[in-house]
């Protein structure tokens, strides 16, 4: 096929669950491509050769090779491409930023001037993964020779998997220590099944553990061990605790209650599975539920409060739609299901009855003024334009901070203002010798892709620093 | 596996475990807690640490039965398994000598002040304790809490055992009595804890309060266990569970703690489990 006639070829549109009957479960919304969805889609890429779409991706996926993969029908090989550089490519595929990374520098969508129109990049990653996951074909690498050499991973989010597995593979042997009861960190508690279904973490973990990862649950790094404990117990450290600490606005009404951070909402509604109406753990099903936000975390949490039953779900955002961080993907779906955007919005006050039930919040109305150190318009308050909307449930998802229980087991750590710890630029290590951290624990809430890319920097320098070790020793 | 090693029922409705945790045993100090899952799909619930054994790898727990969750728990024997217990979470109680040292516990409360009255007596105080109960048999850790303290004084609500009344009765009686306290502890029900806070800060007693918010992570991930102390927001899971007892902003934390009962229970004080008040159901006060 010559790129002109692959050029025409229109984006495959991804089946879907109908908005009117998804709310009522928590079942994925995309449906995911067909054999035939895949083929035609992968035949619309022009196979650049200055490959725009690679440059775009964080960890540098050879995108253009396995999309040819897809078109000469050989998954495997595609697969295989793919987890060279992304371990978790049905997470990501879900889950990316794509229109902001790959997608935003494909030619096909340059050309029609419409990123909506480029390759649809992520959707034909989901394809291959799933396909592998649900073939049971993913493949048991040989494992070299066991270096001996232990190394411990703090948290199970995508950035310690990411270390984990490439460690594994590469003789060490690996621990997981993990907070919770179950693995995943923010794919496991935060991201909704209707976005991410759990059973695609699991096999993951699952995976992991066929290739030797020992998992430990129920271990707070700090608590039930201690930082110093583990430094002497294995060679390397990896800490990629994450950003498990939610803001609070500080306006008056935030002990209301009904008044949730996006954590708890979520956290109660996925880990928990309080969604389920027999689950032992309770959740407000609100009539009318408000979220503060712009971000993924916001449309996470108003598309379940929606699934929980709420007749509104409203998303209160300071900025303009323009300026929304949020996924595409995610808010057009919000949109679909009914989800309610206020934009230009900023809540100054939460009101609650006299029994202490949230009843609705003070809203000030904003314009945009100049830009700020984010790049983004800056939102103004527009003097005497403050109103107030009903509520009975609020979620506040204005963000997360880096999880400060490991900084403070090890005040050794060299940390940035923000609460991040501080890491060599290409090794992730730490002003510890021999701990390297990596993820939403040195940047901030950030992305499923550049927790998995610091992992993998991390990965690398702790193999170099583990053989370099070995060979001296040896020596 | 977190196997039971001894089940011991200390009251009515109220059962002590001695559990397999080895790291928990090792690292825990008093004044920290555990949170558990009793069974695979079960909800997570935070329990006070009431003793522990780091030779023999064991902690021990306390619990009352009042919903669901703690139901189950109190259904475990020896042999049976706890699913999930994680921790020691929490800061340690701040411990040191500070003279006389008043604990003041109600309710299952009593269990988490053992092993800070055990922690204050081996650091050299003169430790003053006052259990309340509503009633006679609901009173549990009498002996235990009489081997750690100098003085004990029991109060009930009903006069069936001890002095009848408060545990604030017994506090002015104290210091009315030309008792000099230096520093309180309180561990008990919600209003017992506040009352006992507004008191202690009329006479000019330096107080502490451990608290017993709704959790789920108990790593400061969740939020749900704030509480506000001073004017602040803290979680109660990492920067507690002890505050001190006049910052603490009694009124907004009970009403929290109500946010899974319905009106009904929250009017009759019938706080219980089900509504995630659990570890001190409404007792004395
Ligand atoms: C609701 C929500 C939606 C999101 N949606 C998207 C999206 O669509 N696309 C995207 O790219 N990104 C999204 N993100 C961001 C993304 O999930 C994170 O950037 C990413 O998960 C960070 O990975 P991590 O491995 O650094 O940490 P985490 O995923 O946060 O994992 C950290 C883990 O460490 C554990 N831990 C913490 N402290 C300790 C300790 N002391 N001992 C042991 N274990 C510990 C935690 O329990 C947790 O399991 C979203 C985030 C949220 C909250
Ligand atoms: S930029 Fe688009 S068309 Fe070009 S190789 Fe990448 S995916 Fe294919
Ligand atoms: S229990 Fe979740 S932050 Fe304290």
Redesign the pocket.
Known sequence: MNASTRFKLSPVVMPEQDPAERVHNVREVPLGFTPEMALHEAQRCLHCTNQPCVEGCPVGVRIPEFIQAIESGDYLAGIGIIKQTNLLPAV?G????QEEQCQKNCTVGKAHRDVGQAVQIGQLERFLADWERENHAAVIPQIPFASGRRVAV?????????VAGDLIKLGHAVTV????H???????????EF??PKEIVYAEVAYLTRLGVDFQYN??????LG?DEVRQSYDAVF??????LPNFLGIPGESLLGVYS??EY?TRANLMHAYNENSDTPILRGKSVEVLGG???A???ARTALRLGALRAIVLYRRSEEEMP??KE?YHHAVQEGVEFHFLQNPVKILGNREGWVTGLTVQKMQLGEPDASGRRRPLPIAGQTSNVPADVVVV?IG?NP?P??PA?LPSLQMNRHGGIVTDENTMETSVPGVFA??????G????????G??RKAARAIHALLTRTTETAKG | MNTIRKREELGRNVVRYVVDAPLVATHRKPGQFVIIRVTDHGERIPLTIADANPEMGTISLIVQSVGKTTREMTMLRPGNAIHDIVGPLGRPTHIQRFGTVLCVGGGIGIAPLYPIAKGMKEARNRVITILGARTHDLLILEDDMRNVSDELIVTTDDGSYGTKGLVTDAIRFLVNGGNHIDQAIVIGPPLMMKFTSLLTKELGIPTMASLNPIMI?G?G?CGGCRVTVGGEIKFACVDGPEFDAHEVDWDSMIRRLGTYCTAEQVAADRYDHECHVGLDAGESR
Do not use: H
């Open positions: 990501c879900r889950v990316c930023p703090i948290g199970s989010g995508p950035a310690g998997l990411t220590f993990e907070a919770l179950m693995p995943g960190g923010v794919l496991g508690y935060g991201i909704p976005r991410l271990m707070v790094i700090g608590k039930s930082v800490i990629g605790s994450g950003a498990g996006a954590n979520l971000g993924n975390v449309m996470d949490s949020a996924r995610e998802a997360n999880n229980l490991i087991a990596g993820g939403d624990i040195v940047l809430a950030a992305t499923v892709i550049l927790a998995m610091q992992g | 992570d790593t991930m």
